[in-house]
């Protein structure tokens, strides 16, 4: 027997991956994309449980409950109730879209990159992971921006629309389920997630693609980047200096984005300090 629903008061718990996995044991799931405030969910929905017809009503409660009452918070909410007896379907087509990608060349890798650093994102720099976060994607926008890249995305974006029966939350792009993409934190990936997301065996064509996304990322750069140096253009009309960094032809191509770090030295108190600026 299936429970009726299961839910998570937890962090980054809804995943197509941790939803395929509770398939089997449950009608319905109720997960954050994101990261949860300390005090997590509003227990008031458990006054009504007698009354829900289903789990699709209880988690719509949960949901409305969690961010009732706080527009005006400084904290990422996120919630979404998903129907698992979709699970299934929404797997077959994420394997479907990816699994058109046979090989993966400089520029596609380069094409896909750029794709993935702008997409959704959650569970960013969280401590203990050397701030590189855990590399969730919103797996809606993700099919979005990829779409103009690879096949057609209809059929994967119908099946997120079945498998997600109702989500909220207070930022854009954030569509219920979420989904692993290596990008950000590349050490955890060599160390031990490329061997541990192949081993929960859900998505065999998404897996291989993650495997050979990942190990792209993580190998030798296709362009040498050592000797850069900025060179001043000089002083705007408001006082500010400008400054430009000569690419050559593979590094345009190799090219996703860059921030430029400025360091100045004053006097101050009979000692030199160190000012650090970040411009994107």
């Known amino acids: ?11 980054l718990m809804s995943s197509l991956e941790v939803a395929g996995m509770l398939s089997p044991y449950a009608d319905y799931m109720i997960a954050s994309q994101e990261t949860e405030p300390a005090h997590g969910w509003n227990y008031a929905f458990l006054a009504g449980l007698g009354n829900d017809s289903s789990g699709a009503e209880t988690g719509r409660r949960i949901i409305d409950t969690y961010l009732e009452g706080r527009e005006d918070t400084r904290d990422v909410l996120t919630l979404s109730c998903l129907d698992l007896s979709r699970a299934e379907a929404a797997l077959a087509a994420v394997d479907s879209f990816f699994g058109g990608i046979d090989g993966m060349g400089d520029a596609l890798f380069n094409a896909i990159s750029g794709v993935r650093m702008n997409a959704a994102g959650f569970g960013k ?9 855990y590399d969730l994607v919103d797996l809606m926008d993700l099919t979005q921006r990829l779409s103009p890249l690879m096949n057609d995305a209809a059929p994967l974006q119908q099946a997120i629309g079945e ?8 930022i854009d792009d954030a569509n219920g389920v979420s989904v692993y993409h290596p990008y950000m934190n590349k050490k955890k ?3 031990r997630w490329q061997a541990d997301y192949a081993a929960l065996s859900i998505a065999p064509a998404y897996t291989a693609y993650v495997g050979r ?14 000797g850069l140096c900025p060179v001043s253009l000089g002083f ?4 500010s200096e400008r400054f430009a960094l000569q690419l050559t ?6 090219f996703a984005s860059a921030q430029m770090v400025i360091l100045k030295e004053i006097w101050k108190e009979n000692r030199t300090v160190a000012i650090v600026g970040t411009v994107p």
């Open 1 to 11: 027997d299936k429970l009726s629903w299961i839910g998570f008061d937890a962090c």
């Open 125 to 133: 720099g969280l401590r203990g992971l050397n701030d590189d976060g």
């Open 163 to 170: 498998l997600v029966v109702y989500s909220r939350a207070n």
């Open 189 to 191: 990936f060599q160390a």
């Open 213 to 226: 996304f990942g190990d792209w990322l993580t190998g030798e750069a296709m362009a040498d980047w050592s």
């Open 236 to 239: 705007d009309g408001q006082g």
């Open 249 to 254: 032809a593979a590094q345009t191509t190799d």
